[in-house]
């Protein structure tokens, strides 16, 4: 067989051979998922919170390790002018146990914070788990260097946020601090107990307001 001849044979043979092999099957693509958005995106609402949750005041009932009863403090000074000008509107007080008490704040050789007990959002009363721990602040040392003493006289003051209609606020920080009055007293203080509303406030956090929802129980020593 001549050269040529030769060459095209073996040429036809490598065009048959391809034309027998089988292309590989192509590989099955995967689907991609579609994308699940986070809450907060568009469309997708954001889970809400539990009535429990939003409910919850923001702290808990403490009592400072140390009571700082100095006249001459500026908080304390702030607080007894504002008691002062306040004694005058208490509704549950004669005229006489409003000059009683006004005398023995204006006299007090001193009077300090011992307690403050944190309330939710709109609410009054104390909640069962504030009595509990009230109940056990109560017994710590440096509150009761001022309950065992007799002569010493507790001011409950009442405070709330700055939501809201004024009016209602003044109504909810008294009835606050006659809810606390009411539970010193059950939980067995014998000292005299009054309570003050001293109405809207911010004066303990501007930006976060939960925490002027507070009662405070300050000692007033004659």
Known sequence: MTGPLRLACLLAAIALAGCDRKAAPAAASTPTPAPVNEPGYAGVPEPSASPAASEA???QVVAPEQVNTDSANAEN???KTEVLSRIDVMPNLTPEEKDKLYVQVERARGMGKIITIPFASGKTA???TEIAALQEVIKLPQVQKFASDPTVVFVVLGFADKKGDPGKNQA????RADSVVS???RSGILNVTHAVGMGSSEIFDAQNLDKNRVVEVWAVLP
């Open 57 to 59: 005041p923001s702290g």
């Open 77 to 79: 000074q702030a607080v």
């Open 126 to 128: 104390v909640g069962a």
């Open 172 to 175: 909810i920080s008294l009835q």
């Open 183 to 185: 539970t010193l007293k």
